[in-house]
T-cell receptor, first 112, second 111 residues
Framework: DAGVTQSPTHLIKTRGQQVTLRCSPI?????VSWYQQVLGQGPQFIFQ???????GRGNFPDRFSARQFPNYSSELNVNALLLGDSALYLC???????????FGQGTRLTVV | GQQLNQSPQSMFIQEGEDVSMNCTSS?????WLWYKQDPGEGPVLLIA?????ELTSNGRLTAQFGITRKDSFLNISASIPSDVGIYFC???????????FGQGTRLTINP
């Protein structure tokens, strides 16, 4: 069975640009969460979606937004990119809101 | 906000040695999870714990959910080279949608 898949795997953007990251959850999983992991730290929670509705939001600016589609895949959008947005962006899927989270391989975003 | 204190930050051991790492929290957690992350990859779930006092094994790995619900430990027995990586504890508290992660323990094994 396919695990959590994220695309693209690597991305380079310029300051001020916008980026969209994509995630497909494990088949049957209805919850998708997004995390940001900067080098040397643990992942930080950005959003959780369940059944296409936002269920949780971390301490990130409004430049960060996300949505979940009817097939439970998800997109994370970041506007007006800053150098500090450079990080590994991880998507995790779970059966439901408080179930075990399984992570994808991440998208490495570099902002120059 | 909620924080997890994970220790040690790094470990340098000989192949075959046992390893122990732990996490503590100032808050009561509902679930404790342990992940391993290799360079350039996403975290891989190793063990999930759901009840206070629960002791769970996965091969050479053993983890326990502390009685106070504010701590957890992970033990690795007879370490091998493929155990190298960064280990993270993570947990969530009741009603929360997010996982809170520790800072990670970087494990290095000398052959």
């Amino acid at each position: 069975d396919a695990g959590v898949t994220q695309s693209p795997t690597h991305l380079i953007k310029t300051r001020g640009q916008q980026v969209t990251l994509r995630c497909s959850p494990i088949s049957g999983h209805k919850s998708v969460s997004w995390y940001q992991q900067v080098l040397g730290q643990g992942p930080q929670f950005i959003f959780q979606y369940y059944e296409k509705e936002e269920r949780g939001r971390g301490n990130f600016p409004d430049r960060f937004s996300a949505r979940q589609f009817p097939n439970y895949s998800s997109e994370l959008n970041v506007n007006a990119l800053l150098l500090g947005d450079s990080a590994l962006y991880l998507c995790a899927s779970s059966l439901a809101v408080e179930q075990d989270a399984f992570f994808g391989q991440g998208t490495r975003l570099t902002v120059v | 906000g909620q924080q997890l204190n994970q220790s040690p930050q790094s470990m340098f051991i000989q192949e075959g040695e046992d390893v122990s790492m732990n996490c503590t929290s100032s808050s009561i957690f509902n679930t404790w999870l342990w992940y391993k992350q290799d360079p350039g990859e996403g975290p891989v779930l190793l063990i999930a714990l759901y009840k206070a006092g629960e002791l769970t094994s996965n091969g050479r790995l053993t983890a326990q959910f502390g009685i106070t619900r504010k701590d957890s430990f992970l033990n690795i027995s007879a370490s091998i080279p493929s155990d190298v990586g960064i280990y993270f504890c993570a947990g969530n508290f009741q009603g929360a949608q997010k996982l809170v992660f520790g800072q990670g323990t970087r494990l290095t094994i000398n052959p």
